[in-house]
């Protein structure tokens, strides 16, 4: 569906539910939070929101219901939602997951044995054994497990309740979807007011995006030298145009022309547990973007393009064409946790920071503002929505940047004599 054709769909559903409300035929303040949310997911959210969004916002559905769920819209208060981000706060993860289910059992059950679920997960049977013996594994595999078992991640798997505490931007997550929903019941006449705008949400401190050096990042292309060649071409061209995973994921050759050296980005791949890979639009209007590219991508896609024809000459009738510049070895999507796991792995056994695959993006960004580049290019290359978003991100840099030119215009503008007597009385 259209943006033009979903906006007409959300307030198509709106109009009918308002008139369901004036008519009686529709609930009112005394429905329960859990059932008008659910009612929000179906009118608003799978309507308007990407299926990504909307599989994290139900990830969040799974903590706020049982503390807010059974409380009708009309008696929720600040106080409730106070004590539910205290609550929240508490909670601690370890970015790995924890199964819920006796595993073994289960697979019993299904007649099936660890080496079948291995076989069709992608997960080792070592991995496997772990969940056995009731050990946290990776979100990836995870995923993987319960996809192969046709389940919900959380049917399966919960966040591993140990470690460090969950973050403020988490928690302002849990806010913000509240925050949504409440004021869509005002706007559909369901409550008069939202609570959440009596609560002060969770404060974020600012976070400075993690990115590699000019020298770190000419360290990390030497040592991609010897990594497997489609690895070492997606980090490359990652890094040389800061382009989002999904979106150099969604890539088809018929995008990159080689003759003008640009790439043209207009769709996304995703993962799903429930959907698998697949494709989506990019994350907004302005990620709809033709770059230009540096020629050093352009020649890394081009040897990767012929080793590809080899590897689909050699598998003959199995290749999968997907159309996809970056696929698994048969042809088909790569999955974006592959490639995220293997330079997570990779990084580990270098000398540099350790980064993850996102850091490529804020590399390629702060390498740009520092040398110079207008903020407004680097933003059109980025496919933010406007320049004010790359102010926030990349301020560490902007201001490098300024002391630089600030530098500069003192060495070009004072005569020689006053740089003379200034070094003088320095010393």
């Known amino acids: 569906m259209s943006p033009r054709k979903a906006d007409k769909e959300a307030e198509h559903q709106a109009a009918l539910f308002e008139q369901e409300i004036r008519t009686g035929q529709a609930v009112d303040g005394t429905v329960r939070f859990a059932d008008f949310a659910e009612r929000w997911f179906r009118d608003y959210a799978e309507v308007q929101l990407r299926p990504r969004t909307v599989a994290r916002y139900r990830e969040l559905m799974e903590r706020i219901d049982p503390a807010i769920g059974h409380l009708s819209l009309q008696s929720i208060t600040p106080a409730h939602l106070m004590a539910f981000y205290r609550e929240l706060g508490e909670l601690h993860q370890t970015g790995k997951y924890h199964c819920k289910v006796d595993l073994k059992a289960l697979l019993k059950k299904e007649h099936m044995t660890k080496e079948r679920l291995a076989k069709d997960s992608g997960v080792s049977v070592t991995t496997i054994s772990a969940v056995y013996q009731g050990k946290n594994i990776d979100p990836a595999s995870a995923e993987k497990l319960s996809d192969a078992l046709g389940k919900p ?145 352009i020649d890394c896609l081009k040897e990767y393009r ?36 293997w330079f997570h792995d990779f990084i580990k056994t270098t000398d540099l920071p350790q980064i993850h695959l996102h850091s490529l993006r804020h590399t390629n960004a702060t390498l740009a503002i520092a040398n110079g580049v207008a903020v407004t290019t680097v933003a059109g290359q980025l496919g933010h929505s406007s320049p004010t978003t790359t102010m926030k991100i990349y301020a560490h840099s902007i201001q490098s940047a300024q002391a630089a030119a600030a530098e500069m215009m003192d060495e070009l503008l004072t005569p020689p004599k006053r740089r003379t007597r200034r070094k003088a009385s320095a010393i």
């Open 306 to 341: 012929r080793w590809q024809l080899e590897q689909q000459m050699q598998c003959l009738d199995l290749w999968q064409d997907s159309g996809k510049i970056f696929t698994a070895t048969d042809g088909s999507p790569m999955h974006p946790d592959v490639l995220s796991g």
């Open 153 to 297: 991640l959380l049917a399966l798997f919960e966040p591993a309740s140990d470690g460090k505490p969950l973050a403020p931007k988490t928690l302002l997550h849990y806010h913000r979807l509240i925050s949504s929903i409440l004021a869509t019941a005002v706007k559909w006449q369901v409550i008069l007011s939202n609570p959440c705008e009596r609560v002060s949400a969770p404060k974020v401190g600012r976070v400075d995006a993690e990115y590699l050096d000019a020298d770190q990042a000419v360290r990390l292309l030497e040592l991609l030298d010897g990594a497997p060649i489609q690895y070492r071409t997606a980090v490359t061209v990652l890094l040389f145009t800061g382009m989002r995973r999904g979106e150099l994921l969604g890539l088809e050759w018929p995008d990159v022309n080689f003759s003008r050296g640009t790439i043209c980005i207009n769709k996304s791949s995703l993962y799903l547990p429930d959907r698998g890979t697949f494709q989506d639009e990019t994350k907004n209007r302005s990620s709809d973007r033709v770059i230009r590219a540096p020629q050093a991508a």
